[in-house]
């Protein structure tokens, strides 16, 4: 079992930057990928970012490349989004996952065994 919890969320103007963080509760031993997802108000979820634990290959939707980045801290358990020039569409609910049994990265919803409650990101024009 692993449980998430991510934190960062709020409300700010577009081209800001803002840092989410997701804690888990057992991570590099545990986990084989991390990733970020959202969901806006009528849309579907969808993956943001990822990264391989143990290797630290990152993968990025096309949306985001360029102003997201993922991170983790092994130490901490955590991974980070770092989110700079935010747009009102970045606006949607955040959620951490972790896929603790493929040993491969992807945005597949499915192939995560594990999620956060979210954490709400509002960009404002």
């Known amino acids: 079992q692993v449980q998430l919890l991510e934190s960062g969320g709020g409300s700010l103007q577009a081209g800001g930057p803002l840092r989410l963080s997701c804690a888990a509760s057992?991570?590099?031993?545990?986990?084989?990928?991390m990733g970020w997802f959202r969901q806006a108000p009528g849309k579907e979820r969808e993956g943001v970012a990822a990264i391989y634990t143990g290797t630290g290959s990152t993968y990025y939707a096309d949306s985001v490349k360029g102003r997201f980045t993922i991170s983790q801290d092994n130490a901490k358990n955590t991974v980070y989004l770092q989110m700079n020039s935010l747009k009102p569409e970045d606006t949607a609910m955040y959620y951490c996952?972790?896929?603790?049994?493929?040993?491969?990265?992807?945005?597949?919803?499915?192939?995560?065994?594990?999620w956060g409650q979210g954490t709400q990101v509002t960009v404002s024009s």
């Open positions: 996952a972790a896929d603790v049994t493929h040993l491969y990265c992807s945005f597949s919803l499915r192939e995560y065994n594990y």
């Open positions: 057992r991570y590099t031993y545990s986990t084989n990928c």
